[in-house]
């Protein structure tokens, strides 16, 4: 009998969940949840499924940026949260004046709450991981600035609910080796899926892991018609309800190339058994080949709640997070090769995963640059891809070393950052964005 190569799903050694094993684990008791980027798509909904289900778990403390200072005082009075960091407020009093305001138009009086402990600053969210205790911690912020906040909660030995994939493509090597085995669950859906679909086999049955994506509102597209999106068009996802940044990776579809990057950091299985699929129902989130010829598939309606939820209570599910699929009505599901051509985020993506080091730190970093400079209106659409090719293609002498620490990914990030700004700025003085 022929079986497949030796595969570890959701890699022990890299301290992700142990998919096939973890069914076995008993139910949890209540767990209190650390959420980071409380105020994003991720944080909202991680805090509706927490207030729906009061006896799995409770809020220890959020974090977010402080740009809606209304929203998190509204967040603190809803969940009853008793830590909160905010990075970008300069002065306590500026959100304990947001915190009364919001308690004044909800009617609570002086004793109607109880005011929670209040972080500023840079290393706020540091602070709040270090000194506040808790079982979980969900790491939703968004891009690269969440490796800090990623590699602070592994040190402490809690269980890391990652949805900011960011913090593993640039910190890779640095992420694997600090996590203890099933010390990360993956809260991607995609990743999520697999995760799911590995419980069906051994590793050693692994054959093929095979990511979906929607293919973004542009599928079917050639590049000619791609130069004149605009930020409306490009934020207009088919099945998605997402952040900024995360909608227009997945219309560049360099999400889908990160999602690629990290499923082989997470399950440690090699680039060439790693698959695309243009799904564009975007009910299938993820399917796992296994070396008999049979596939397993993840099938859900598009919502983050789901694996969200199963992130944070992690072997077991929750009850009616989502309605589940209604196969009673006709319904069709179609799956089409990707379109590499068009759209080469994914192949650069595998490209910088492949050669390694601080290459994937570059890529996401060029892309966060260019996708900023799209949305400011100095590059075109197009050329948030060119932008990443041509800083990759400069980088790969000088970054394609494994990072020694954190600064070593922070120093290539400053420098892809910088060399993005360059691309862009000639883009504009030449009045173009091809390569």
């Not at 969940?79 to 990075?87: E, K, L, Q, R």
């Not at 506040?132 to 590699?151: K, W």
């Not at 192949?347 to 570059?362: E, H, K, Q, R």
């Amino acid at each position: 009998m022929k079986l497949a190569s030796s595969v570890e799903p959701a890699v022990n050694a890299a301290g992700a969940v142990n998919a096939a094993n973890a069914a076995n684990a008993p139910t949890p008791t209540r767990r209190a949840v650390l959420i980071l980027g409380s105020t994003g798509s991720i944080g909202t909904q991680a805090l509706d499924v927490i207030e729906a289900n009061p006896d799995g778990f409770g809020v220890a403390g959020i974090a977010a940026g402080g740009r809606d200072l209304a929203l998190i005082a509204g967040q603190v009075l809803r969940s009853a949260v008793p830590v909160v960091a905010i990075t970008r407020a300069r002065h306590v009093e500026d959100f304990q004046a947001a915190l009364r305001a919001e308690a004044d138009r909800r009617g609570l009086g002086p004793a109607g709450y109880a005011p929670p402990r209040v972080l500023v600053g840079p290393e706020a969210v540091r602070e709040l991981i270090e000194s506040t205790p808790a079982d979980i911690v969900l790491n939703g912020i968004d891009g690269d600035q969440g490796l800090a906040a990623t590699l602070t909660a592994l040190a402490t030995g809690v269980r890391l609910a990652l949805a900011n994939k960011e913090s593993l493509i640039a910190g890779g090597p640095l992420v694997l080796k600090a996590a203890a085995p099933g010390q990360i669950v993956p809260v991607d859906s995609e990743h999520s899926a697999l995760a799911q679909c590995l419980r069906g086999g051994r590793a050693r049955e692994v054959a093929k892991l095979v990511l979906t994506a929607s293919g973004g509102p542009f599928r079917g597209r050639r590049r000619a018609e791609l130069a004149g999106v605009t930020l409306a068009d490009a934020l207009a996802h088919p099945t998605w309800s997402m952040g900024q940044l995360v909608t227009l990776n997945s219309a560049t579809l360099v999400n889908k190339g990160l999602e690629v990057i990290e499923a082989h950091l997470l399950f440690g299985v090699p680039y060439e058994r790693l698959g695309v699929v243009v799904h564009p129902q975007s009910i299938v989130h993820s399917m796992v080949t296994f070396a008999d010829g049979s596939t397993l598939a993840q099938a859900s309606p598009p919502t983050m709640k789901i694996p969200i939820a199963l992130a944070l209570s992690w072997p077991d599910r929750l009850v009616d997070i989502a309605p589940a699929c209604d196969f009673s009505q006709a319904q069709s599901w179609t799956f089409e090769p990707l379109d590499h051509e068009n759209f080469p985020a994914v192949s650069l993506a595998i490209a910088a995963g492949s050669a390694g080091g601080s290459l994937p730190a570059v890529f996401n970093a060029a892309n966060e640059e260019a996708v900023g400079a799209f949305v400011d209106g100095a590059l075109s659409f197009t050329g948030i891809v060119d932008t990443i090719a041509a800083v990759l293609e400069s980088a790969e002498a000088d970054w394609a070393g494994q990072p020694a620490d954190v600064d070593e990914v922070f120093a290539a990030q400053r420098w892809a950052r910088a060399r993005a700004r360059e691309r862009v700025a000639g883009s504009a003085t030449s009045g173009g964005s091809s390569r």
